[in-house]
């Protein structure tokens, strides 16, 4: 099984930043594409940014210019830094992570618990 774990949501003024962290642990061989999501109230989850295990990056067009994904390989764990934030970014974030597990060498695909971020003064 793998586990995700968010951390870093929370309150946040217009115009401020924050940084998402995804940590992945459990029975993992290794990870390929690692992603971030996100659901504002009455909206379809949507995509945020997306890094593959080689490093192509890609960013929705609303984020773009003011975020920032990485990943820390030995870490198993993908951050997002946002930057000049919006009332319009306040949304449950999600990671998604995806990868082949240790045992057996199936492919898994994975959902974090989400953690809120509003932007609000």
């Known amino acids: 099984q793998v586990q995700l774990v968010e951390s870093g949501g929370g309150l946040v003024q217009p115009g401020g930043s924050l940084r998402l962290a995804c940590a992945a642990s459990?029975?993992?061989?290794?990870?390929?594409?690692m992603g971030w999501y996100r659901q504002a109230p009455g909206k379809e989850r949507e995509l945020v940014a997306f890094?593959?295990?080689?490093?192509?990056?890609m960013y929705a067009d609303s984020v773009k210019g003011r975020s920032t994904i990485s990943r820390d390989n030995a870490k198993n764990t993908v951050y997002l830094e946002m930057n000049s934030l919006k009332p319009e970014d306040t949304a449950v974030y999600y990671c998604?992570?995806?990868?082949?597990?240790?045992?057996?060498?199936?492919?898994?695909?994975?959902w974090g618990q989400g953690t809120l971020v509003t932007v609000s003064s």
């Open positions: 998604n992570v995806q990868g082949v597990v240790a045992a057996g060498g199936r492919y898994f695909g994975v």
């Open positions: 459990g029975s993992i061989f290794s990870i390929n594409a």
């Open positions: 890094i593959s295990s080689g490093g192509r990056i």
